[in-house]
């Protein structure tokens, strides 16, 4: 049974065609192997996935593949483990000595530009990879337009977004044909986010909130459960703090997630539906305190995520 690469290939490009992948690709192809495609193929292979590394660096190889924009993803691009014997290519002496003078020259530059902004190395670090960011922009419209495809092929339910503020929304829907079902976002009775639960309802835009409990004893007060208002609603209707927080979710339309592995604070969780909060308790819900919990998802934290909303 001879490989039938021709039949393999078309069937692969048709898959393209009809957006099913993106790009498609090749592995362990050698020169002739990548002659023998090209001279078939209407669609090129984007990539050629072979091994590369210091000791094997297949220079021909790259040049051909450069010269006919097909770009190379190495793999053992470190060589091997300590366990299948000497890493050729992380052991040579060559590239030892030559890290060795580099480390040493790159120690030096980032401890002065540390030094200089009063910072530590490894914030310095940080901070170049931050700041790299826009070298690769998010194709928002190209990978919504994917995720609506999965969609439209059954491949997914329903399709939604985290952490998006009303601003990346109105660009989100501004070329989406099939809208977001859910937002997921940080939500508690110390971060109520008016605004955006004004726009996700007007926009028929479900909101699921994680840390519906806001944060546990290891990381400090809990400005949401340990709030003395809060505290003050739950005794008044003989709940806990817990119940309240979650009641009050309930009743702005917001799904939930709250974690416990408690049985029966579990059970408590469920207890909110047979009970209501009076104006008078929304007039003292209006008054605590908003601070967001959850500054971003990465490290650095990206100040801009949720675009200064509240």
């Known amino acids: 049974m001879p490989l039938?690469?021709?039949?393999?290939?078309e069937a692969m490009e048709e898959c393209q065609r009809l957006g099913l992948t993106r790009a498609i690709g090749v592995s362990n192809f050698s020169i002739k192997k990548l002659e023998n495609l090209l001279s078939f193929a209407t669609i090129r292979p984007a990539v050629n996935q072979v091994e590369m590394n210091l000791a094997w660096q297949q220079k021909n190889l790259r040049d051909f593949c450069k010269a006919n924009?097909?770009?190379?993803?190495?793999?053992?691009?470190?060589?091997?483990?300590?366990s299948r014997g000497p890493n050729e290519a992380m052991d040579n002496d060559v590239v030892k000595d030559i890290a060795d003078d580099l480390m040493k020259l790159w120690t030096m530059m980032v401890k002065d530009i540390a030094d200089a902004h009063g910072k530590s190395s490894a914030q310095v670090c940080l901070r170049w990879l931050y700041e790299q960011e826009e070298l690769m922009p998010l194709n928002l419209k190209g990978i919504w337009g994917a995720m609506e495809e999965c969609q439209r092929l059954g491949l997914a339910k329903a399709?939604?977004?985290?952490?998006?503020?009303?601003?990346?929304?109105?660009?989100?829907?501004?070329?989406?044909?099939?809208?977001?079902?859910?937002?997921?976002?940080?939500?508690?009775?110390a971060w109520q986010q008016k605004n955006l639960r004004d726009f996700c309802k007007a926009n028929d835009i479900i909101i699921t909130a994680f840390s519906p409990l806001r944060k546990g004893a290891s990381r400090g007060p809990n400005e949401a459960m340990d709030n003395d208002v809060v505290k003050d609603i739950a005794d008044a209707h003989?709940?806990?703090?817990?119940?309240?927080?979650?009641?009050w979710l309930y009743e702005q339309g917001v799904t939930f997630v709250p974690k416990s592995y408690n049985k029966e604070r579990m059970n408590q969780n469920?207890?909110?539906?047979?009970w209501s909060l009076t104006?008078?308790?929304?007039?003292?819900?209006?008054?605590?305190?908003?601070?967001?919990?959850?500054?971003g998802p990465t490290k650095p934290q990206l100040k801009h995520l949720y675009d200064e909303e509240n």
């Open 69 to 82: 924009d097909i770009i190379i993803t190495a793999f053992s691009p470190l060589r091997k483990g300590a």
């Open 238 to 247: 003989g709940k806990s703090s817990a119940q309240v927080c979650l009641r």
């Open 270 to 274: 469920l207890q909110i539906f047979d």
């Open 279 to 295: 104006e008078e308790d929304y007039e003292k819900i209006s008054q605590i305190k908003q601070q967001r919990l959850i500054s």
């Open 159 to 189: 399709i939604g977004v985290s952490n998006f503020s009303i601003k990346k929304l109105e660009n989100l829907l501004s070329f989406a044909t099939i809208p977001p079902a859910v937002n997921q976002v940080e939500m508690n009775l």
């Open 4 to 9: 039938n690469l021709k039949g393999v290939w």
